[in-house]
């Protein structure tokens, strides 16, 4: 079997989805659930598992919020914050033509999906939403995916990877690792857009401004010229 040219390994949170207006959601309907306190407290220990595996963990949240105030809300009150989640449409809170650039995407070479978060909700997540489907069930799920840089490669093979991604730090770890194997492509949405480079981070290779934006790119492009769409 031929060695696909292009691979384009694609993030999911911030790049082709809403995380922040997602959360935004969720934390209004917690509060009219649950009151401002213990919704508060939720996304406390949201925070605090975050803190601890550095990926966000619903299950293992919800798990400890439950702990926390097992005397104060009834088991119909838990489990209906729990089928919230499951049920949650994450399709409604794809940017702008995301999936219709994952189509675009498998004009020039592979996609896959390559997404930090834990295998059970971030796997519903992008099934929920129709990115799996958009990249023929090519999706891989790691705690942190710099980490698996070669099972990543051996998993979907190329002459040649572009990662899209809104994280300045992973592109950098990555682009250090794989160097002329790899264009990365920086989408400039949710938080980190709003955050001065760090220290040490390396210029994206391309950058737009949404992830609609990569259409307007080309196959020559994506290996190695520099360009800002805005």
Do not use: C
């Not at 119909?76 to 994450?90: D, K, N, R, V």
């Amino acid at each position: 079997m031929p060695i696909p040219s292009l691979t384009f390994l694609i993030d999911v949170d911030n790049t082709l989805l809403d995380n922040d207006r997602v959360k935004a959601s969720q934390a209004e309907y917690l509060r009219g659930l649950l009151g401002e306190a213990p919704a508060s407290r939720f996304w406390e220990l949201y925070e605090q598992v975050r803190h601890e595996e550095d990926v966000v963990n619903y299950p293992l949240t919800l798990a400890r919020f439950t702990h926390a105030f097992a005397d104060q809300f009834s088991k119909e009150t838990f489990f209906q914050l729990a089928s919230y989640f499951l049920a949650f449409s994450f399709r409604d809170y794809l940017y702008a033509d995301a999936l219709e650039t994952l189509a675009y995407l498998n004009t020039l070479g592979t996609t896959a999906i390559t997404s930090d978060g834990d295998a059970s909700f971030q796997g519903l997540k992008i099934a929920r939403s129709g990115i799996s489907a958009a990249v023929q069930g090519r999706v891989a799920l790691y705690l942190h995916k710099e980490a698996h840089l070669d099972e990543i490669m051996a998993l979907f093979p190329a002459e040649h990877y572009v990662v899209i991604d809104d994280k300045p730090r992973l592109l950098t770890a990555l682009k250090r690792e794989m160097q002329e194997l790899l264009t990365t492509v920086l989408v400039r949405q949710g938080k980190y857009a709003r955050q001065a480079p760090a220290a040490g981070e390396l210029p994206p290779d391309l950058a737009v401004a949404a992830i609609s934006d990569v259409r307007q790119l080309r196959t020559e492009q994506f290996q190695g010229r520099q360009a800002n769409i805005r």
